[in-house]
């Protein structure tokens, strides 16, 4: 079982501070590796990200087509691209930090919910713009429709406008899987949340859907790590496997070999915008594939 073909790019950092010569070649070589899908919405790369994904999958001219996940509901903030341009300065005079993981949860709490606008109208407008930029959407998701706002209407409209554009509908969430808003939504609908930490230390599944994407397995493995010593030193010893590579990149590889294995019937979002730190996590990955690891690092952790 193959990892690549299984990983979509997360493009929510894409551009945020990032010229756009870098940013299409950073989705270039994620194409050369093997990655063939992106997941992008409005308000990614601080509003940027759509324009970049359409140019870079535009100006591919052979090779395997690129499939786009894209959203609605949630707007992008104004003037994007000036606000890319302030922040691109201020990390050219401050750069920032790895993103600090210490205070993240792997349950979101529902208070993110509640800040979008799911009118038929303001979807249709939505999708109307993104399109403009995208050269097509496989995936139209409802984004960041909680339990107070999924209504029959609601998915009806996402199910019309997926239709115009040949896509499949589906939902998109940042908490941990949850069963009952899941069982509002249609089941041939698709889902992205963030996997189930529980599947690492216990006998679970974050879903019995046949069409899923999980994201966030970077933070739930820094979660996990950090307070779970147990598994820490299993996480360890799985990345073992891996050769003249540093130690945080093992990790984060072998937690994605586990996830495969563990969900089989998943995809996995992965993303890393530093130029170093991508193609580490693209030789890692290749090499799960080449040498096929996953059966070695699922031995070593031993769970």
Known sequence: ??????????????????????????LDRIFDAG??????????GIGTAEEVVGEAVGRRKQG???????????????????????RRAKR???????????????????????????????MTASVNRSAARLPHIDKL???????????????????????????????????????ALDARYPKHFFAETAINPDIFVETAISSDRKDVLFHSLM????????????????LDRAAEVFEQIDIATARISAFYALAAVREPEARLVFAANDPVRLANL?????????????PTIVERFGR
Request: charged residues 20%; glycine residues 8%.
């Open 1 to 26: 079982m193959k990892l690549l073909p299984r990983l979509v790019y997360g493009c929510g950092r894409l551009t945020g501070g990032a010229s756009k010569r870098d940013a299409l070649a950073l």
């Open 35 to 44: 990655v063939l899908a992106l997941d992008v919405a409005p308000t990614y």
């Open 64 to 86: 395997a087509r690129i499939e786009i996940i894209a959203k609605v509901g949630i707007a992008p903030p104004r003037y994007p691209w000036l606000k890319t341009a302030l």
């Open 92 to 122: 050219t005079f401050a750069p920032t930090s790895p993103r600090d993981l210490t205070a993240w949860r792997p349950i979101e709490p529902a208070g993110r919910f509640g800040t979008g606008d799911y009118s038929a109208e303001a």
């Open 141 to 179: 998701l409802l984004h960041g429709c909680g339990p107070d706002e999924c209504t029959v209407e609601v998915c009806d409209s996402l199910e019309k406008l997926a239709a115009e554009h040949s896509a499949q509908p589906g939902y998109a969430i940042g908490s941990r899987f949850d069963a």
């Open 219 to 234: 933070p739930t493995a820094a979660y996990l790590t950090a307070h779970n010593s147990e598994f820490a030193a299993a």
């Open 282 to 294: 693209l030789k890692t990955f290749h090499q799960i594939d080449t040498l096929n690891l996953s």
